[in-house]
T-cell receptor, first 114, second 114 residues
Framework: KAGVTQTPRYLIKTRGQQVTLSCSPI?????VSWYQQTPGQGLQFLFE???????NKGNFPGRFSGRQFSNSRSEMNVSTLELGDSALYLC?????????????FGPGTRLTVT | GQQLNQSPQSMFIQEGEDVSMNCTSS?????WLWYKQDPGEGPVLLIA?????ELTSNGRLTAQFGITRKDSFLNISASIPSDVGIYFC??????????????FGKGTLLTVNP
């Protein structure tokens, strides 16, 4: 079974621009979560989507948004990029099984803002 | 936001040695997970723990869900060079599957000297 895929793997943007990242979950997984990973803050939860609805949101400004499509694929968007948005953005898909979630991560998109 | 206190931050050991790392929190968690991340990749799930007191093994890895639900540890026995990487603990405070949001520790960087 194919794992979580994220595109693109690497991205360089300029301050003030916007960016859209894409995530395809494992087939059959309906929950998709996004995380930001930086050396200073570690892994920080951004948001989680299930059946096209945002169920959970972390403590990030409104410049960070996301959506999920009917096929469970998800996108996240960051508008008005700042230097501090440079990070590895990880997507994870989850399957609820036997009363628990099992979460699997993709390889991430490395975003560099200059 | 809520953080898990993971220690040690880094470890440098000889091949064949056993390794132990742990995570603590001031809050109760209902799920504890341990992940390993290699450079340029997303975290890979190693062990999932769902019940207080649970002890689970995966090959040379053993993890326990603390009885207070505020801590967990991971042991690696007879380390080998491919164990090198960053190990993360993660916890979910929710239960029942209504939503899903992981909180991560800052990671333990493990270096194994052949």
């Amino acid at each position: 079974k194919a794992g979580v895929t994220q595109t693109p793997r690497y991205l360089i943007k300029t301050r003030g621009q916007q960016v859209t990242l894409s995530c395809s979950p494992i087939s059959g997984h309906r929950s998709v979560s996004w995380y930001q990973q930086t050396p200073g803050q570690g892994l920080q939860f951004l948001f989680e989507y299930f059946s096209e609805t945002q169920r959970n949101k972390g403590n990030f400004p409104g410049r960070f948004s996301g959506r999920q499509f009917s096929n469970s694929r998800s996108e996240m968007n960051v508008s008005t990029l700042e230097l501090g948005d440079s990070a590895l953005y990880l997507c994870a898909s989850s399957l609820f099984r036997e009363g628990h979630y099992e979460q699997y991560f993709g390889p991430g998109t490395r975003l560099t803002v200059t | 936001g809520q953080q898990l206190n993971q220690s040690p931050q880094s470890m440098f050991i000889q091949e064949g040695e056993d390794v132990s790392m742990n995570c603590t929190s001031s809050s109760i968690f209902n799920t504890w997970l341990w992940y390993k991340q290699d450079p340029g990749e997303g975290p890979v799930l190693l062990i999932a723990l769902y019940k207080a007191g649970e002890l689970t093994s995966n090959g040379r890895l053993t993890a326990q869900f603390g009885i207070t639900r505020k801590d967990s540890f991971l042991n690696i026995s007879a380390s080998i060079p491919s164990d090198v990487g960053i190990y993360f603990c993660a916890g979910d405070r929710n239960s029942g599957g209504s939503n899903y949001k992981l909180t991560f520790g800052k990671g333990t960087l493990l270096t194994v000297n052949p």
